[in-house]
């Protein structure tokens, strides 16, 4: 597995991480797609949200994202079984999208 982990800023909306992930997602021909707690119940409770980004063409893979509301944390991951020939270097140009986006604010 291949994750790196990024601090934003700490109560940054869905809406803004979402429209950031959007952006870069389309620009690397790519999906966004919300899972776990973003678009179902569960019995327990939490925080985190979590999107996985997929290329467009069948085999480029799967990046995963997860954020942490309360503490700002950012983690961006590629499972080696969702590597494909895009994901396994695309993630680390997202990090780097996301930092240069943050220290802007």
Request: charged share 30%; no cysteine; proline share 2%.
């Amino acid at each position: 597995m291949q994750k790196i982990e990024i601090l934003v800023e700490p109560k940054t909306s869905r809406l803004e991480i979402e429209e950031m992930l959007g952006a870069w997602a389309k620009q690397n021909l790519a999906k966004v797609r919300a899972m776990g707690r973003l678009v179902r119940r569960y019995k327990t409770r939490g925080e985190n949200l979590h999107w996985h980004i997929a290329g467009l063409r069948k085999g480029m893979g799967t990046v995963e994202v997860t954020y942490q509301p309360s503490t700002g944390k950012l983690t961006v991951l590629v499972h080696e079984n969702r590597r494909g020939d895009w994901a396994g270097l695309a993630y680390k140009d997202l990090v780097e999208e996301i930092a240069k986006r943050n220290s802007n604010v």
